[in-house]
T-cell receptor
Framework: AQKITQTQPGMFVQEKEAVTLDCTYDTSDPSYGLFWYKQPSSGEMIFLIYQGSYDQQNATEGRYSLNFQKARKSANLVISASQLGDSAMYFCAMRKRSGNTDKLIFGTGTRLQVFP | DAGVTQSPTHLIKTRGQQVTLRCSPKSGHDTVSWYQQALGQGPQFIFQYYEEEERQRGNFPDRFSGHQFPNYSSELNVNALLLGDSALYLC???????????FGQGTRLTVV
């Protein structure tokens, strides 16, 4: 069965430092996509970054980069130069296709707190 | 350009009642999915709608039903509410098969 595992319930980081949020996944599908979402206390899921299973290079979006290690089935999110506004829940998700439909399978999330 | 909008933002219902949650997808999006997020958990997939039809369903009882309208907006209905249905309900929309989903801010349902 497809599964996402986030083993860090909470992380602390000082402003301007980098932080890595861990994500491992389990799938037998040869083609899949991995996502990271940020969820502030307001509730909205904000898309951060996407990595396709066949992408040769690690994805980057501004201060966000995804450390994709396919053999280890890990897709860690790296946030560089943390800001106070980065404090939120972060979810790793995998897209599971079923015929012409799909759904996202989420991990349990990591709460990141950035302190001055 | 408005993103995904959901209404209402908060709702309190009594056990046994019925509730309807609404979602307007982002402009140009034709596929709507619903997720349930219990406190302290990641979102769980409920179902997905495309061209007014339910295309895929997660592991949720028949008390959960939905609808998609010709303008792509969608409703989630839950009958015979249980205390365990208390959660944040998220709507996500997208266009095309290989694009990221955009989420609304959610409806926080409390069943008392």
């Amino acid at each position: 069965a497809q599964k996402i595992t986030q083993t860090q319930p909470g992380m602390f980081v000082q402003e301007k430092e980098a932080v890595t949020l861990d994500c491992t996944y389990d799938t037998s599908d040869p083609s899949y996509g991995l996502f990271w979402y940020k969820q502030p206390s307001s509730g909205e899921m904000i898309f951060l970054i996407y990595q396709g299973s066949y992408d040769q290079q690690n994805a980057t979006e501004g201060r966000y980069s995804l450390n994709f290690q396919k053999a280890r089935k890990s897709a860690n999110l790296v946030i560089s130069a943390s800001q106070l506004g980065d404090s939120a829940m972060y979810f790793c998700a995998m897209r599971k296709r079923s015929g012409n439909t799909d759904k996202l399978i989420f991990g349990t999330g990591t709460r990141l707190q950035v302190f001055p | 350009d408005a993103g995904v909008t959901q209404s209402p933002t908060h709702l309190i219902k009594t056990r046994g009642q019925q509730v309807t949650l609404r979602c307007s997808p982002k402009s140009g999006h034709d596929t709507v999915s619903w997720y349930q997020q219990a406190l302290g958990q990641g979102p769980q997939f409920i179902f997905q709608y495309y061209e007014e039809e339910e295309r895929q369903r997660g592991n949720f009882p028949d008390r959960f039903s939905g609808h998609q309208f010709p303008n792509y907006s969608s409703e989630l209905n839950v009958n015979a509410l249980l205390l365990g249905d208390s959660a944040l309900y998220l709507c996500a929309s997208r266009f095309g098969a290989n694009t990221e989903a955009f989420f609304g801010q959610g409806t926080r349902l409390t069943v008392v």
